[in-house]
């Protein structure tokens, strides 16, 4: 009888034991899975306010929407489906302004009328960026030179990969920066597909190591012929403002921020002065 009732009472306890230790994991577990939660909401909390454009906040206030029609729109067949629309309706119904702009730059300075640079493109594909020829002949081996005289300018290049005062620009080419005339044929490398209307700046190689573990979030999107960058001062931003503003678009973008962002560019584009483009 004795050793019936010390079996139970060990059978007991051993039960008891386990229940305990149940509950015990189980509390750790969920400690564990909040901290997780708080750690994720913290890096999202992080990341939204990045960069928030100015006047729009809202785009970085939430989430982008990923259920209904929200969802939908802000799908890549969709955005797809807007880049071929918009970049056709471009290069026919803007002919003429490209006839025009054409016969300008041969007239302006002997040379070729596009000028061809390799970009890199979404998932690091390389592709060859087309725009109308703002610079003189042989600008890219004259650019050498300015800079190995000069170590101010040397920097400045090193910093921006742009020159403020940069002398190979003709006058014809520098109004047509200051109005993004230069990048219309641009529309051609969204047509196949190289580029998107609206997306992050198209980098060339040498600026991936600007970007660190960055450019795998920016290389998830195609680059786009305007931006958040593009209205948000362009130039006259810090190079590492550029990478946040970057980041940003490729995490948060929508269909609703596209749209916003051509409706900027539109008003960039009709008054350029103080745009920061040069």
């Given at each position: 009888m004795k050793a019936m009732i010390g079996l139970i009472l060990i059978a007991r306890a051993k039960t008891m034991l386990r229940c305990s230790t149940i509950v015990s994991y189980g509390v750790k577990g969920r400690d564990v899975m909040t901290a997780n939660r708080q750690a994720v909401a913290e890096e999202k909390a992080r990341s939204r306010t990045y960069y928030q454009p100015e006047n729009f906040p809202i785009f970085f206030a939430s989430h982008r929407p990923n259920q209904g029609l929200g969802g939908y729109l802000d799908g890549p067949g969709?955005?797809?489906?807007?880049?071929?629309?918009?970049s056709a309706l471009a290069l026919t119904l803007g002919a003429p302004l490209y006839l025009l702009v054409a016969i300008l730059v041969k007239l302006a300075a002997s040379g070729p009328i596009f000028y061809a640079q390799t970009r890199v493109g979404r998932y690091g594909r390389r592709f060859v960026c087309v725009k109308f020829r703002t610079m003189i002949v042989d600008a890219d081996q004259l650019l050498e030179n300015i800079v190995s005289q000069n170590p101010a300018l040397q920097q400045e290049f090193k910093n921006n990969?742009?020159?403020?005062?940069?002398?190979?620009?003709?006058?014809?080419?520098?109004?047509?920066?200051?109005?993004?005339l230069d990048e219309l044929p641009q529309f051609w490398n969204v047509l196949k597909g190289d580029m998107s209307v609206v997306g992050p700046r198209p980098l060339v190689p040498d600026e991936l190591k600007r970007y660190g573990s960055a450019i795998h979030t920016v290389l998830e999107v195609k680059p786009g012929i305007t931006g958040l960058w593009q209205v948000s001062g362009r130039n006259d931003i810090p190079y590492d403002r550029r990478i946040q503003i970057d980041v940003s678009y490729s995490r948060y973008h929508s269909f609703s921020m596209d749209l916003w962002i051509l409706f900027k560019t539109v008003r960039v584009v009709l008054f350029p002065k103080g745009n920061g483009a040069y």
């Open positions: 969709v955005k797809r489906a807007f880049d071929i629309v918009f990969f742009k020159l403020k005062q940069d002398p190979r620009i003709t006058p014809l080419g520098r109004f047509m920066r200051m109005t993004s």
